[in-house]
């Protein structure tokens, strides 16, 4: 199922669901560790994304902060021709790991319409989201998990892996 902000809801309930079933699946990934897990992975990111419209959701933009690094926030400041130190007094703060997060959401730039009205000048976070094309995947796996439950697309990309038997038997939640 693709989902719409329309459909978020279902999506919030299935990924709840799923949640242990997942998380079961990429500690198997983990453990097994398999080679050329990307090989896996990349194909159903570019099949999934082909069916998908990110305008149609932008739940992670909703739900979620990206981490804004220094060039992130010069960039962007540049962009809004304010200085960097107005733009996090403004909008960020340093969370527990000392990273710079939005201070609420949904996110600041995030249009009613979901347009981002810094597209071009998004953090870098924002333009690899979801990181399922992400070369070595396989270091990345506990962030995957996380964004299964942010991202639709994520999720279908795991549920097609599981259906696929990768990561070997995996028991299914009904």
Do not use: W
């Not at 693709?2 to 079961?24: G, M, P, S």
């Not at 270091?139 to 299964?148: A, D, R, V």
């Not at 038997?165 to 995996?170: I, Q, S, V």
């Amino acid at each position: 199922m693709i989902y719409t902000e329309e459909n978020i809801a279902e999506f919030n309930v299935q990924n709840r669901l799923k949640y242990n079933e997942n998380k079961k699946f990429f500690d198997r990934l983990k453990n097994k560790k398999i080679k050329n897990l990307d090989q896996e992975f990349h194909p159903k990111h570019e099949e999934v994304f082909e069916k998908v419209d990110c305008l149609k959701c932008a739940n992670c933009c909703k739900t979620t902060s990206p981490i804004f690094t220094d060039i992130d926030i010069d960039r962007i400041a540049k962009h809004l021709r304010i200085r960097p130190a107005e733009l996090v007094r403004q909008h960020l703060h340093l969370d527990s790991d000392q990273d710079y997060v939005l201070n609420s959401s949904p996110c600041t730039f995030l249009g009613y319409d979901n347009y981002c009205s810094i597209y071009e000048y998004r953090p870098k976070a924002c333009r690899e989201y979801p990181h399922t094309d992400r070369k070595n995947i396989a270091s990345i796996l506990p962030l995957t998990l996380e964004n299964t439950q942010v991202c639709p697309a994520v999720f279908e990309i795991v549920e097609q892996l599981k259906s696929a038997g990768l990561g070997g038997k995996h028991e299914s939640v009904k």
